[in-house]
C-alpha cells in the first residue's frame, strides 16, 4: 500500500526533526517491533527518535534494538511530556485511535507536530497529516517495510531492524497461521530474512519464554477455568483475582491463553475474562466470518480486528459471563459452521 503525499512527508523528513514514535497500551511484538525498526530508520537519517510506549512492555520483547532507551510514560511522565511538546513528529504505529493510548492521547490530538499514522486496525480515528492505513495488511510491520520501500529507506534496515519488523509479523499472523498471511507478506518476510532478520531466533526469543509459573497457571486455567459451550462451537476461559494471586500471576502470563480455547476442534469462538479491580477484560478470538471486532465493539466496549479483538466490562466477572453467554445463545446461528467460511 503507498502512502498518500509520501513525497510531502519525505520532505519533512529531509532535515533533521525532533520525533516522537507511539505505540498503543500493553504494546504487542508488532507494535514495539514497528516502532524500534521504524525509529531505527530514522535515526540514522539523523533524526531525534524516541520511541515512548503509554505503559511497560513485555518482558519477551526485551531482546529488541533500541528497547532499553524507550520511555514509559506511566512511569516516566515528565520526560515524555517534554519529549512529545517538542516533538516536530509524532508517528503512531499500530493504533489509529487515540483511545488506545490512554492519557497520552489528548497530548496528541492537541499537539501542533505533524503526525503521522501508520496502522492496520478497524475504524481509525482522523487525526494524522499522514496515513499508511491498510486493513489488508496482516502487521505494522508489513507496512512500515512498504513504506521504507517507498521512500527508499530499506537499506536503513539491518539485521536488528529486520528481526524487530519479522518479529511483528511474526506474531501478527499467529505465526503464519491467520488468514492475514498473504503472498505480500511471505513477499516482505523474505526481503527481512535478506536483510539479516534471523527468523529462528526471533521466534524462540518470542514464543519459548515460558516461566514455569505461566505453566502452572496454563495447567490450571485449562482443568478448572475452561468451559466449552460444545453447542455453540464457543470456549471460553475465565480467571478471578484470587487465582491471579495464586499463582502470582504477572503481565503477560495470561496473554494467548485465550488460543488454547481456541484451539480446540470445532470451536468457532473463543473469549477469556479476567477480572481485574474495577472492571472485567476480556479477549476475544473467532475463526471465518464471525467478526469479534463487532462483536466487542458493540457489547464489550472494545474492537480490534475481525478475527482478534479486545473489550471490557464494568460488571462483576460472573455478570459479565452471563451477558456473554446470553449472547452466545443469541448469537447460535452465526456462530455455527462458521469452519467453513474461512
Ligand atoms: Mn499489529
Given at each position: 500500500?503507498?502512502?498518500?503525499?509520501a513525497a510531502k512527508?519525505k520532505?519533512?523528513?529531509?532535515?533533521?526533526?525532533?520525533?516522537v514514535v507511539?505505540?498503543?497500551?500493553n504494546?504487542?511484538?508488532?507494535?514495539?517491533?514497528s516502532?524500534?525498526g521504524?525509529a531505527?530508520?530514522l535515526?540514522?537519517?539523523?533524526?531525534?527518535v524516541?520511541?515512548?510506549?503509554?505503559n511497560?512492555?513485555?518482558?519477551?520483547?526485551k531482546?529488541?534494538?533500541?528497547?532499553?532507551?524507550?520511555?514509559v510514560?506511566?512511569?516516566?511522565?515528565?520526560?515524555a511530556?517534554?519529549?512529545l511538546?517538542r516533538?516536530?513528529?509524532?508517528?503512531?504505529?499500530d493504533?489509529?485511535?487515540?483511545?488506545?493510548?490512554?492519557?497520552?492521547?489528548?497530548?496528541?490530538?492537541q499537539?501542533?507536530?505533524?503526525?503521522?499514522?501508520?496502522?492496520?486496525?478497524l475504524?481509525?480515528e482522523?487525526?494524522a497529516?499522514?496515513?499508511?492505513w491498510?486493513?489488508?495488511?496482516?502487521?505494522?510491520?508489513?507496512?512500515?517495510?512498504?513504506?521504507?520501500?517507498?521512500?527508499?529507506?530499506v537499506h536503513?534496515i539491518?539485521?536488528a531492524?529486520?528481526?524487530c519488523?519479522?518479529?511483528?509479523i511474526?506474531?501478527?499472523?499467529?505465526?503464519?497461521r491467520?488468514p492475514?498471511?498473504t503472498?505480500h507478506i511471505?513477499?516482505v518476510?523474505?526481503?527481512?530474512?535478506?536483510?539479516?532478520?534471523n527468523?529462528?531466533?526471533?521466534?524462540k526469543?518470542v514464543?519459548?519464554?515460558?516461566?514455569?509459573?505461566?505453566?502452572?497457571?496454563?495447567?490450571?486455567v485449562?482443568?478448572?477455568?475452561?468451559?466449552?459451550?460444545?453447542?455453540?462451537?464457543?470456549?471460553?476461559?475465565?480467571l478471578?483475582?484470587?487465582?491471579?494471586?495464586?499463582?502470582?500471576?504477572?503481565?503477560g502470563?495470561t496473554?494467548?491463553?485465550?488460543n488454547?480455547?481456541?484451539?480446540?476442534?470445532?470451536?468457532?469462538?473463543?473469549?477469556?475474562?479476567t477480572?481485574?479491580?474495577?472492571?472485567v477484560?476480556?479477549?476475544?478470538?473467532?475463526?471465518?466470518?464471525?467478526?469479534?471486532?463487532?462483536?466487542a465493539?458493540?457489547?464489550?466496549?472494545?474492537?480490534?480486528h475481525?478475527?482478534?479483538?479486545?473489550?471490557?466490562?464494568e460488571?462483576?466477572l460472573q455478570?459479565t459471563?452471563?451477558?456473554?453467554?446470553?449472547?452466545?445463545?443469541?448469537?447460535?446461528?452465526e456462530?455455527?459452521?462458521?469452519?467453513?467460511?474461512?
Amino acid at each position: 500500500m503507498l502512502m498518500k503525499d509520501a513525497a510531502k512527508l519525505k520532505q519533512i523528513l529531509s532535515t533533521p526533526r525532533r520525533v516522537v514514535v507511539t505505540v498503543h497500551t500493553n504494546p504487542d511484538a508488532d507494535a514495539l517491533g514497528s516502532a524500534l525498526g521504524f525509529a531505527s530508520i530514522l535515526k540514522q537519517q539523523g533524526h531525534a527518535v524516541t520511541v515512548i510506549s503509554p505503559n511497560e512492555y513485555p518482558d519477551f520483547l526485551k531482546w529488541m534494538k533500541g528497547q532499553e532507551e524507550v520511555i514509559v510514560f506511566e512511569q516516566q511522565q515528565e520526560i515524555a511530556r517534554e519529549l512529545l511538546a517538542r516533538a516536530e513528529v509524532i508517528c503512531c504505529l499500530d493504533f489509529s485511535d487515540l483511545e488506545r493510548i490512554g492519557h497520552m492521547g489528548d497530548i496528541v490530538r492537541q499537539s501542533s507536530a505533524v503526525k503521522v499514522m501508520i496502522d492496520h486496525h478497524l475504524e481509525p480515528e482522523a487525526f494524522a497529516d499522514f496515513e499508511q492505513w491498510s486493513i489488508e495488511a496482516g502487521a505494522t510491520a508489513e507496512l512500515i517495510f512498504d513504506l521504507a520501500e517507498e521512500m527508499d529507506w530499506v537499506h536503513y534496515i539491518g539485521a536488528a531492524e529486520a528481526d524487530c519488523l519479522y518479529a511483528g509479523i511474526m506474531t501478527d499472523t499467529g505465526g503464519f497461521r491467520h488468514p492475514n498471511t498473504t503472498q505480500h507478506i511471505h513477499e516482505v518476510v523474505a526481503r527481512l530474512i535478506g536483510r539479516g532478520a534471523n527468523t529462528a531466533r526471533v521466534a524462540k526469543l518470542v514464543y519459548d519464554t515460558n516461566t514455569e509459573s505461566r505453566l502452572r497457571l496454563m495447567g490450571f486455567v485449562l482443568s478448572q477455568r475452561l468451559v466449552v459451550m460444545k453447542e455453540y462451537d464457543v470456549a471460553y476461559i475465565y480467571l478471578t483475582l484470587d487465582d491471579q494471586k495464586k499463582f502470582n500471576v504477572q503481565k503477560g502470563d495470561t496473554e494467548g491463553l485465550v488460543n488454547y480455547a481456541l484451539s480446540i476442534a470445532n470451536i468457532t469462538l473463543a473469549a477469556m475474562f479476567t477480572e481485574s479491580k474495577d472492571m472485567v477484560k476480556i479477549s476475544f478470538r473467532s475463526v471465518g466470518a464471525f467478526s469479534v471486532n463487532e462483536f466487542a465493539r458493540k457489547y464489550f466496549n472494545g474492537g480490534g480486528h475481525a478475527n482478534a479483538a479486545g473489550g471490557k466490562s464494568e460488571l462483576s466477572l460472573q455478570d459479565t459471563i452471563e451477558q456473554f453467554k446470553s449472547l452466545v445463545i443469541k448469537y447460535k446461528q452465526e456462530l455455527e459452521h462458521e469452519i467453513n467460511t474461512i
